[in-house]
C-alpha cells in the first residue's frame, strides 16, 4: 500500500502542471528517440557501402602503366609504360600472389563498345580478362559458366555477358547461351550469363559488361602482346600493401623505372580502401552516437529544470513532512521516483517510436530500392538504453533530491 501511496503521489505531482509535464516528457522522448534513429544510421550508411563492393574482394590490388616522371638508365621523363604479356608470369611467381588476372578493355577504364545483336545494339564495357578474374571481381553466375582455361588457350571466340546485356539485346524469354553477338565485326558465342551482389552504380556497371578471353581479345581486337593493367589478390595472410609494393619493384624493374617513381606506375589497394571506409565509418558512428546522447543530455536537463521547480513550489509540503519525521533519505527517494518514473516513461515510449521508425525505414528503403543498407538496433542496444533511460533519470533528480533533502522545517514553514 505505500508503494501505490507513493506512485499515486508522483503521478499527482506530475498531473499538476499538466503541459509543464508533457513537454519535459517530450524532450526526453525526443532524447531517447533520436539516440535510437542516430545509433541505427551508422550500420545503414556501412550497409550501403558494403553493398556498392559486394562480391568485390577486399584483398585485390590494381596496377596500371603510367608515365614516367623521372630520367633512368639513360632515358628521359614522360616515357609511356606499356605492360606486355611477359610479364604476366613473373607477376603470377610473385610470393603471395593467389590469383593473377591481366585486363584488357576496349576504349580504356569505364568506357563503354558497341555490341550488336539481330538489329540491337547497345553500348557495353567488353573486357578480355583471364578466369582468374573471378575470384576479383565475384560473378553470380545465372546461366551457363565463366571464362575457362581452355577458351583462354584455344582463343576461342566465346563471352561471358552480363545480365543488362542480355536483357538489352535479346527478346523476352529468348535463351541467351549459344546465342551470337558481334563486337566491332567480331562474332562471340555467348557461353554464361552473370550478376552481381554490389549495388548502386557500381553494381550497374558490373552488369554492362561483355567478358572474353584474354588471348582471344588480344588477337580479335589487334592488341598484340599488351596489357592494360593487372588484377591481383594476396594470398590469406599476406598484407595487400606488402604485396603492392613488391609488385611494383618488379614491374619497374622489368621497365627500367626509377625506384622511387610512383607516378611511373598507378594502383589501388582494396584493403588500403576498405581499412580507410572500416576507420571512417567507425568515426561516423561515434558522431553520430555522441549527436543522439547529446540530445539525450537536453532531455535530462529538461527533467532536471521541471524538478528544481518542483521542488521549490512543494518547500512548505517537504517542510511538513521533515517536522512529522521524514528522514532525508526518504525525501531523496521521492524526488528520485518522480525523476525516474518521468524519464522512464517517456523514454520507453520514445524507445519502441525509435524502433518502430527503424522497422519502416527499412521497409521503405526497400520498397523504393533505396541504395542503403538495414537499419538496426540490437537487443544488447535496446538493453543498454533502457539502463541509460534509468541512470539518466537518477542523475536528473539527483539534484533537486538533494536540495529537497537539505530543506529544514523551521525554512519551509517560513516560506511564502
Known amino acids: 500500500m505505500a508503494d501505490l501511496d507513493a506512485f499515486f503521489e508522483i503521478a499527482q505531482s506530475l498531473g499538476r502542471h499538466k503541459l509543464r509535464t508533457a513537454l519535459t516528457a517530450l524532450g526526453v522522448f525526443l532524447g531517447i528517440f533520436i539516440f535510437v534513429l542516430m545509433s541505427g544510421l551508422g550500420p545503414a550508411l556501412q550497409g550501403a557501402v558494403q553493398k556498392r563492393m559486394a562480391g568485390f574482394a577486399t584483398n585485390a590490388v590494381f596496377m596500371w602503366g603510367q608515365r614516367t616522371s623521372m630520367p633512368h638508365a639513360g632515358m628521359q621523363p614522360n616515357r609511356p609504360v606499356r605492360f606486355k604479356n611477359d610479364d604476366i608470369a613473373p607477376l603470377s611467381r610473385l610470393e603471395g600472389v593467389e590469383h593473377l588476372a591481366p585486363r584488357n578493355q576496349l576504349g580504356g577504364f569505364r568506357a563503354g563498345a558497341v555490341v550488336k545483336r539481330h538489329g540491337k545494339t547497345g553500348s557495353y564495357q567488353v573486357a578480355g580478362d583471364y578466369p582468374a578474374f573471378q575470384y576479383i571481381q565475384v560473378p553470380l553466375m545465372r546461366a551457363g559458366r565463366y571464362i575457362n582455361d581452355r577458351g583462354l588457350v584455344e582463343r576461342r571466340k566465346v563471352a561471358v555477358i552480363g545480365e543488362e546485356v542480355a536483357r538489352g539485346l535479346f527478346a523476352p524469354g529468348e535463351e541467351p547461351i549459344g546465342g551470337a553477338i558481334e563486337v566491332n565485326g567480331i562474332h562471340f558465342e555467348v557461353v554464361g550469363v552473370f550478376g552481381t551482389r554490389a549495388q548502386g552504380q557500381q ?214
Open 203 to 416: 553494381g550497374d556497371q558490373q552488369v554492362r559488361a561483355v567478358h572474353v578471353p584474354f588471348s582471344t581479345f588480344q588477337q580479335a581486337f589487334h592488341f598484340g602482346d599488351h596489357v592494360s593493367w593487372f588484377a591481383m589478390t594476396a594470398r590469406p595472410g599476406v598484407d595487400g600493401a606488402d604485396l603492392e609494393r613488391r609488385a611494383r619493384a618488379l614491374l619497374a624493374e622489368r621497365h627500367k623505372l626509377a625506384p622511387d617513381d610512383e607516378l611511373a606506375i598507378g594502383s589501388w589497394n582494396a584493403a588500403k580502401q576498405f581499412a580507410k571506409q572500416g576507420t571512417l565509418f567507425l568515426a561516423i558512428q561515434v558522431i553520430l552516437v555522441l549527436a543522439g546522447f547529446l540530445s539525450l543530455l537536453a532531455g535530462a536537463i529538461g527533467v532536471l529544470t521541471i524538478l528544481l521547480i518542483t521542488v521549490r513550489e512543494r518547500t512548505k509540503e517537504i517542510g511538513v513532512r521533515k517536522a512529522l519525521g521524514a528522514t532525508p533519505r526518504s525525501v531523496v527517494a521521492i524526488v528520485l521516483a518522480e525523476a525516474i518514473m518521468l524519464t522512464a516513461a517517456a523514454g520507453y515510449v520514445g524507445l519502441v517510436a525509435g524502433v518502430a521508425t527503424i522497422e519502416l525505414a527499412n521497409w521503405l528503403f526497400v520498397r523504393f530500392q533505396v541504395p542503403l543498407g538495414d537499419m538496426h538496433v540490437s537487443l544488447e542496444f535496446a538493453a543498454i538504453a533502457t539502463v541509460i533511460l534509468i541512470v539518466v533519470g537518477a542523475v536528473a533528480g539527483l539534484i533537486p533530491a538533494l536540495r529537497a533533502a537539505a530543506i529544514q522545517p523551521i525554512e519551509a514553514l517560513r516560506d511564502e
